[in-house]
């Protein structure tokens, strides 16, 4: 099963269901289409102004790159609605009898959709710049369902794109990425299906178990080494991770590793603890090499929803963010929060997790995602 297909299959079956959401969102105050008859000779494609409602703002400015390709979308989606207001000779040949069902687009259907994407844990400033933009020269218009999912897939898309950036590969050897995140989100498996990838791809990996404190967390981490088939440097309970830190560095730079990747800990109860440990294994790494390290991965678990948006804060202040990873985006109703956190932070997302298995880890692809959240194929 191809990745995108997983990540489809596992998001609709999670309680995300903005698909359904869409689907009843324009099933309920749908008006019945009208027969071929009664529709204009001209199908009212061209926007019509919506009574009573107020001209949309202009674009912030900043915004104007992001609301481009919204205006170009209309193109998209239109032959759709004509197929669809057409079910005669079209609809018959593509076995297709009866038209969707479609409801005027105006401040009220605008209203729910905003209100339906805070609740997919889009947050309540992206939620309303998408809905405004899906707005945009549209109001005034019956539209349907798969319309909406298709406008919905391309405004997230949009938002998405520029953060989709697989993981960046430097000549640097050995390549240190340092692995950060609350305890429980995943760092450890994230760690060991990366490293279980980067050893597919050829590439020479250690691992170095830098949350010293938690014995268990260094198991855990010892058995995704055998599954990756890739070392893992520990250190006695209790020990200082910086100094397992520096000795994986040499370990590293004696088998000529590609990749280090450093698991820390994840304990925010005390953040200054934390700041310094983090503070610390930096300033070690850096005495053998001065670029390192060359990647900050934050972890975040999905289902925390709008709790990921003060992790990442928190993080950024603890250490340089350089990108992210996402896991556990199977099972969760919030797979909305990626999209808050591209549209907020703008941080490169390299990967997201959808199942405990080695190869439930993949690049991040926006559009594959985008059509996913919005129960799309
Ligand atoms: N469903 C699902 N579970 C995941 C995913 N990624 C990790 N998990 C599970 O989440 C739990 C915590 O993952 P860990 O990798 O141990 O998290 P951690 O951040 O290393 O946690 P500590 O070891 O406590 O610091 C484990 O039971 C994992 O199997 C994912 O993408 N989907």
Redesign the pocket.
């Known amino acids: 099963m191809s990745f995108f297909s997983k990540l489809r299959e596992r998001l609709t079956r999670s309680s995300s269901k903005i698909g359904e959401g869409l689907d009843d969102l324009v099933k309920d105050s749908a008006t019945p289409e009208p027969s071929r008859a009664e529709l204009p000779e001209e199908t009212g494609l061209a926007p019509a102004p919506a009574p009573g409602l107020p001209p949309m703002p202009a674009p912030l400015e900043g915004e104007l790159v992001r609301s481009e390709p919204a205006r170009v979308e209309p193109a998209r989606v239109e032959p759709v609605r004509e197929e669809a207001a057409r079910p005669g000779v079209i609809g018959r040949l593509f076995g297709r009898s009866e038209a969707e069902p479609r409801r005027e687009l105006d401040d009220e259907m605008l209203e729910e959709l905003e209100e339906m994407l805070i609740q997919a844990d889009m947050g309540v400033e992206t939620a309303l710049r998408v809905t405004a933009n899906i707005a945009e020269g549209r109001l005034g218009r019956k539209i349907s369902s798969s319309e909406l999912k298709e406008l919905l897939a391309s405004e997230v898309t949009r938002i998405m794109t520029p953060v989709a950036k697989p993981l960046p590969i430097y000549p640097k050897k050995p390549q240190v990425v340092l692995v950060v995140?609350?305890?429980?989100?995943?760092?450890?498996?994230?760690i060991g299906k990366l490293a279980s990838q980067f050893r597919a791809a050829g590439k020479n990996v250690v691992i170095a178990a830098g949350?010293t404190f938690?014995a268990?967390?260094v198991e855990?981490l010892q058995v995704w080494g055998k599954r990756a088939g890739v070392p893992v440097l520990t250190a006695p309970e209790g020990s200082d991770p910086a100094s397992l830190a520096f000795d994986a560095m040499t370990r590293a730079e004696a088998d000529g590793a590609d990749l280090l990747m450093i698991?820390t800990?994840?304990r925010l109860q005390n953040r200054q603890d934390l700041m310094e440990e983090l503070a610390k294994i930096v300033r070690v790494i850096r005495k053998k090499d001065p670029s390192a390290p060359h990647n900050t991965l934050l972890?975040l678990d999905a289902t925390t929803g709008q709790n990921a948006l003060s992790q990442v804060e928190t993080f950024q202040k603890l250490a340089d963010v350089s990108g992210l990873v996402m896991?556990?985006?199977?099972?969760t109703a919030r797979g909305g929060v990626l999209v808050a956190l591209a549209d907020r932070f703008g941080l490169p997302i390299h990967a997201i997790?959808?199942?405990?298995q080695i190869d439930?880890?993949d690049a991040f692809d926006a559009r594959d995602f985008a059509r996913a959240l919005v129960g799309l194929d």
């Open positions: 995140g609350v305890n429980g989100s995943g760092k450890t498996t994230t949350d938690r268990a967390a855990q698991d800990a994840g972890v896991t556990k985006l199977d099972g997790g959808v199942g405990e439930d880890l």
